[in-house]
């Protein structure tokens, strides 16, 4: 979360206290609550594919080479972590680069 979005909901915080000063003290908790779980969710989700896109470079780089290195960019471009998954799953049977490509991009073949 950026400073612009921290200092917007510290903003928000406050209205609400203004609207509601005796709700207002219960209602942001709670609402506080759920952003941090939402950010918690969304930093563990962009860890996992971190990990997972570093673990597809070495992969690709021990396999292929420069040209399975060339399919990073296309790969970072992807956050659904199933896709990734099923990129590290056909690593071990791939003959090629485009059969790891046709993987993440859906084709079959």
């Known amino acids: 979360m950026g400073t612009a979005e921290r200092i917007k909901r510290h903003d928000e915080f406050f209205k609400v206290e203004e609207v ?3 709700e207002g ?3 942001m908790p709670t609402v506080y609550e759920k952003w941090v779980q939402k950010g ?6 962009e860890g996992r594919q971190q990990g997972l896109l570093e673990g597809l470079e070495l992969a ?4 292929f080479g420069t040209a399975g290195l ?3 960019p296309e790969l970072r471009e992807i956050k ?21 490509r046709r993987v993440y991009q859906g084709v079959s073949g």
């Open 20 to 22: 509601f000063p005796e």
């Open 25 to 27: 003290e219960k209602i």
């Open 40 to 45: 918690l969710k969304e930093g563990r989700q």
């Open 70 to 72: 060339s399919l990073l």
């Open 80 to 100: 659904d972590l199933s896709r990734l998954d099923a990129v590290k799953h056909v690593l071990k049977t791939a003959r090629s680069p485009d059969e790891v």
């Open 60 to 63: 690709l780089d021990i396999k």
